[in-house]
């Protein structure tokens, strides 16, 4: 059997000469492709000696930093699932994450260590270990006494290595289990149809904890030995600054239009780049087009999920057809894409229906949720993405919408019926309903609406500061209105439709 881990095969990758630098950062730290190897052995050796069992959890809620990079790579080098974690998330969103997925080691930043080694302890986690942006904290002072020399270990396709926690269709977030080969198939095929080449440097700016930041520009780099300008966070000027030594770039819809903002970006300031592409949420038209106007580059929309990683993706070879603005291309190869309608029959090229997709790209199911698995797949496997859209004859796909009740803003996921809960909970809330209307910068944000209890008075102000306490910030209701009452149907559903109308115009 052929090796499929895939630290196996990203460091299978690393160029001949190790002492080339692989990641250069916007601290002015350089990191060489040496130190990847070596760091990565140390981590993994130290993980190794606690004698966990293969296949555990390593959950990581830490800062954006090279060494979290590395610990990503050094639990899959020694055959754990990685389980990366917002930083924005507070502690009844870490409480649920570690409880359900009852990890044997939790990596947290040294400020945190208080309020999350005591969730971890409770729910049955050994070891907690630390780790600061500036490569301090108990993980590094642990590894550095290890040996920087290990084997990475043998993984077949089918092993888990990473569970990303997403809320799906519905209800409380699940582990979305991902494997060596959903995630190493991913990668090849991008490496390929992406036009990856000799002389590639990438800008990373994302985050790293999520599919966009984690899976696809981390192994797009790596896979490829190029190397990487690293931003702990998006910052458009320096992004911008950095243009003229890079080829790459990837960010979520908002990351151009903070770009476009900025006088910097000329032909000149990006002379050197070879593709710009953006995903995680949708790309609107205007700034497609406005980025073509100011840089002469046509931005490559693609489509993921945590579920799937990349599904489609525009063209990068003109050959195979042009990159057009509003879709998300065509299906990769390998993926097969198929739209349903309500009655799961096939519908016409063009017209609109559920989202469905199949393929080694296809996670294995939620984690230790086999009920939920069955529901979210059809009787002939495929999945369903919860995206409504359509394919047309020339194969572009093109998302009209969710059927999903979810908001993405700025890239991130809110689950309306997760703030629901919260403010439900408070009192002198009889009941909410929270939807997403566009926003200039995030694309979409939260508002609330809010129904009191008869006789009691609820503060917007006051209730957007307690759900500040309790959830990461960019789940927060940008605006929370008081109203008499809710639009329902005959059913007595609330009609969010009318609730975005009412209050599409918010931020305009
Ligand atoms: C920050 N804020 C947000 C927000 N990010 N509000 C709504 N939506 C967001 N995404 C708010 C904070 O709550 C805070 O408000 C204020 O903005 C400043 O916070 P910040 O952290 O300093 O913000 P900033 O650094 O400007 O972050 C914006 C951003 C970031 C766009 C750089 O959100 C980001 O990195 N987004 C990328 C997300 C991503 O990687 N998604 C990929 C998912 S993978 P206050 O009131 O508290 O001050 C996926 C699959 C796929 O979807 O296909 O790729
Ligand atoms: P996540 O759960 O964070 O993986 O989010 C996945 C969701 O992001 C998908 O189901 C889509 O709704 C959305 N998404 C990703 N890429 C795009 C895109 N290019 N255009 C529109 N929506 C997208």
């Keep these: 059997m052929d090796n499929r ?34 760091g990565t052995a140390m981590i993994a050796n130290l993980l190794q000696s606690l004698g966990i069992e293969p296949g555990a959890r390593i959950a990581v809620q830490v800062e954006k930093s090279v060494e979290a990079m590395m610990l990503y790579l050094a639990t899959l080098r020694a055959g754990y699932v990685f389980l990366p974690l917002n930083t924005a998330y507070q502690k009844a969103e870490i409480e649920y994450f570690v409880g359900n997925a009852e990890p044997a080691v939790v990596v947290c930043s040294p400020g945190n260590f208080g309020w999350v080694s005591k969730i971890a302890f409770q729910a049955g986690t050994q070891h907690v270990f630390t780790l600061g942006e500036d ?13 920087d020399q290990q084997t990475p270990v043998r993984s077949a396709d089918d092993d888990l290595a990473a569970i990303l926690y997403t809320s799906g269709t519905t209800g409380r977030s699940k582990g979305a289990m991902l494997t060596h080969g959903n995630l190493l198939s991913n990668a090849e095929v991008l490496k390929d149809y992406w036009g990856w080449k000799e002389g590639d440097v990438l800008i990373h700016a994302l985050p790293i904890f999520h599919v966009h930041g984690l899976f696809v520009a981390l192994h797009g780099a790596l896979l490829n030995g190029s190397k990487i300008l690293w931003f702990g966070k998006f910052d458009p000027k320096k992004a911008i600054g950095r ?24 032909r000149a300031a990006v002379g050197n780049m070879r593709l710009f592409i953006s995903g995680s949420a949708p790309l609107l038209l205007e700034t497609f087009s406005a980025w073509k106007e100011r840089t002469g580059h046509t931005i490559l929309e693609r489509y993921g999920m945590s579920e799937t990683i990349m599904l489609t993706s525009n063209p990068y070879h003109e050959a195979e057809g042009e990159r057009r ?15 349903r309608d ?53 194969r572009y796909v093109t998302i009209v919408g969710r059927s999903k009740d979810l908001i993405i803003s700025g890239g991130y996921n809110v689950y309306p019926a997760e703030i629901e809960g919260y403010i439900n909970d408070m009192p002198g809330v009889a ?11 995030f694309g979409e944000v939260g508002v609330a609406v809010v129904i009191a209890k008869p006789g009691a ?14 959830l990461a910030n960019f789940k927060i209701p940008k605006r929370c209105f008081v109203v008499n009452e809710l639009p329902r149907n005959t059913m007595g559903k609330v009609q969010k439709n009318l609730l975005r109308e009412a209050h599409k115009a918010l931020f305009a």
Excluded: C
């Design 342 to 394: 309500e009655q799961g029959k096939e519908v016409p090229a063009g017209e609109i229906g559920g989202i469905q997709v199949k393929g080694p790209n296809v996670f294995k199911g939620y984690w230790r949720m086999p009920e939920k698995t069955k529901e979210e797949f059809t009787a002939d496997g495929w999945f369903r993405t919860g995206d409504v859209g359509k394919v047309d004859e020339l």
């Design 243 to 266: 243009m003229a030594e890079a080829t790459v770039f990837m960010g979520v819809p908002t990351l151009y239009t903070r770009m476009l903002a900025e006088p910097a970006l000329t």
């Design 431 to 441: 009941e909410s309903a929270v939807v997403g209307v566009p926003h200039p910068d």
């Design 325 to 339: 603005g509003g879709t998300v291309g065509f299906p990769l190869p390998g993926v097969g894409v198929r739209v």
């Design 457 to 470: 008075q609820v503060e917007p102000e006051q209730l957007i500061a307690t759900l500040k306490s309790q």
């Design 135 to 147: 490569r301090n904290g108990t993980l590094l002072q642990r590894a550095a006494q290890q040996s």
């Design 5 to 38: 881990n895939l630290f196996a095969a990203l460091r299978a990758a690393f160029p001949k000469n190790l002492d080339a630098i692989a990641v250069e950062t916007d601290t002015g730290l350089n990191y060489s492709w040496r130190d990847l190897e070596r």
